[in-house]
């Protein structure tokens, strides 16, 4: 029997310092083309949607707010109404397949019933109306896309099976050679046609259709992504079907496809870094009853590609303060690479959800002999400062809040959430997460260097 350090939880009474899940807009609105989102809330919410999507107000972003005043929390105006004009004028602006309703704290205060008010608007204006409630009761900004996708899970079309013998006689008409290629081809394929895969997480159309082009090489097909690109190309959930999340923050959505829709849930570590593509490859392939062919020599190869990056990182050390949940995927990545991860801060961890990744990061941890991270769920971010300036790690992981207070200490910073937005998923983009990890040490390399540099050039003259 194995013996792998246990990995040891603590929780402290820190609070939550990452931005407002209403954020999720940012990413849903280019990942669901033909959406538009309705945000219910205050002016502050409008505010902060227009300093932190600043840049999409010129990308014309497909995205409202409806602005609670005083009368909507005092009750004395017809929320009806109000939902009423605003979707009548994204419809006539947008014409959109669907709105989503993004629901805040505001709505949760005045206890707006907009599950009871969405379905009067989509019948009234025939467009679905989708409701999230994405608001601060959340742990992490990144969890309101996990609202968003929970609660489009409930649109999804029922999934009926073929016939099982009528599909194998359908597949035995185009099946043509030998009898050993056609027994290979039932093994492969036999049980991958009764069943169906679903993958469920909110990626750019370009590296989605890497993860899907990586599954279909081990003969594995992809049915559908939610959310999808399109409204109505949503995939079909029910018995049969089998769910596999990309991201750490999705638990939400996960227990929804289970328990609704009476999905299967794969519980796969995730594909973010070339172990973690290969694990997810690997066990999805198990499900299926479909033996992976050349992951270790795609590992190897893209490991490779990598040398540059790992040298620089091999032997330092980093510790997460936490941000956005993906701080274990990332930290294990890390230690694979050669870093020593001191703690790993994270605002909340779903540990049925994250069982497999948890697993991958003791074994990984084994396989380079480094020691288990402490695992910090709700950090105290005084307390973890105190125990950064007695480790003296080389890069610190965290906020925007805390970057700058951080240098100050002449701590290396990288803020959490451009992972959150970088390309980090899949072999194709192994090279992303390691040059957001490597940016700051080598701006501090190159500091010492040129004031070495300009050191020999004082005494020279």
């Not at 359908?170 to 050993?180: C, F, I, P, S, W």
């Not at 990061?361 to 020691?371: S, Y």
């Amino acid at each position: 029997m194995k013996n792998f350090e246990i990995p040891t939880f603590e929780c402290e009474t820190g609070n939550y310092h990452t931005f407002c899940p209403i954020s999720c807009v940012a990413w849903l609105y280019q990942k669901i083309e033909d959406s538009s989102s309705l945000v219910v809330g205050t002016k502050t919410c409008g505010y902060f949607l227009q300093s932190a999507l600043g840049v999409m107000i010129f990308a014309e972003p497909r995205y409202a707010m409806a602005e609670s005043e005083e009368g909507d929390i005092s009750a004395q105006l017809n929320d009806h109404k109000e939902l009423e004009r605003i979707c009548l004028q994204i419809r006539s602006d947008r014409n959109p397949s669907v709105i989503i309703w993004i629901g805040t704290c505001t709505t949760e205060i005045i206890k707006m019933d907009s599950e009871g008010i969405a379905p009067k608007l989509e019948k009234q204006l025939g467009i679905p109306i989708v409701v999230a409630r994405a608001n601060g009761l959340d742990h992490a900004f990144t969890q309101g896309e996990d609202t968003a996708s929970a609660a489009m899970t409930h649109r999804c079309p029922e999934y009926y099976p073929r016939d099982t013998n009528q599909q194998e006689g359908d597949m035995t008409k185009h099946v043509v050679g030998n009898a050993a290629t056609n027994t290979n081809f039932f093994e492969k394929t036999g049980k991958l046609n009764r069943c169906s895969l679903v993958l469920f997480g909110s990626l750019p159309s370009s590296v989605a259709s890497q993860l899907n082009l990586e599954s279909k090489r081990q003969s594995v097909t992809v049915s559908g992504w939610l959310p999808s690109q399109k409204y109505n190309e949503l995939p079909a959930l029910g018995e049969g079907v089998y769910v596999c999340g990309v991201n750490p923050f999705l638990s939400r959505t996960a227990t929804t496809s289970m328990r609704r829709r009476k999905c299967q849930l794969v519980g796969a570590p995730l594909p973010i870094g070339p172990d973690g593509t290969r694990a997810w490859i690997e066990k999805i392939c198990s499900v299926f009853g479909v033996k992976s062919d050349g992951l270790e020599e795609r590992e190897s190869q893209i490991r490779k590609t990598l040398s540059d990056y790992l040298k620089i990182i091999d032997g330092k050390s980093v510790f997460f303060m936490g941000d956005n949940l993906l701080e274990i995927s990332i930290a294990r990545f890390l230690i694979r690479s050669g870093m020593v991860v001191y703690e790993v801060g994270i605002p909340y961890m779903d540990r049925r959800y994250q069982a497999a990744e948890l697993l991958l990061l003791q074994h990984t941890c084994e396989k380079m002999k480094k020691p288990m991270p402490r695992i910090v769920e709700k950090p105290d971010n005084y307390s973890q400062v105190q125990r950064m300036h007695e480790l003296q790690p080389d890069l610190a992981i965290t906020g925007m809040a805390h970057a700058n207070p951080l240098e100050a200490r002449d701590i290396d910073t990288k803020w959490s959430v451009e992972f959150t937005f970088a390309q980090i998923h899949g072999f194709v983009n192994a090279r992303d997460a390691p040059e957001l990890v490597t940016r700051p040490l080598r701006r501090r390399s190159n500091s010492i260097s040129d004031c070495c540099s300009l050191s020999k050039q004082i005494v020279n003259t």
